[in-house]
Nanobody, 116 residues
Framework: QVQLVESGGGLVQPGGSLRLSCAAS????????MRWYRQAPGKEREWIAF????????LYADSVKGRFTISRDNAKNTVYLQMNSLKPEDTAVYYCNTQRRGVDVWGQGTQVTVSS
């Protein structure tokens, strides 16, 4: 069964850091690019980061560039999102994603709340 499971969310103060993880199973993780998205209350889901299958290429949305870093460990079938200098506007549910055989695969999401 193809599955993505996010973890690592929580409550953090502005300026703080969190590292999200997304554990993949049920498919050959190392041949697929991975993405992180987020969805804030009342807003559409927003793409924020991309990493190629071997991690050689990364891309970021302007809203997170310079603050967030995507990485992966193919030996552990896991993709990460290191989030630094967090702002209240980063509050959202964060999802990892891949596209397998033309079909989007999503995790259940993990809540990140940035508040003092």
């Amino acid at each position: 069964q193809v599955q993505l499971v996010e973890s690592g969310g929580g409550l953090v103060q502005p300026g703080g850091s969190l590292r999200l993880s997304c554990a993949a199973s049920g498919f050959t993780f190392s041949i697929y690019a991975m993405r992180w998205y987020r969805q804030a209350p009342g807003k559409e889901r927003e793409w924020i980061a991309f990493i190629s299958n071997i991690g050689s290429n990364t891309l970021y949305a302007d809203s997170v560039k310079g603050r967030f870093t995507i990485s992966r460990d193919n030996a552990k079938n896991t993709v990460y999102l290191q989030m630094n200098s967090l702002k209240p506007e980063d509050t959202a549910v964060y999802y990892c994603n891949t596209q397998r055989r033309g079909v989007d695969v999503w995790g259940q999401g993990t809540q990140v709340t940035v508040s003092s």
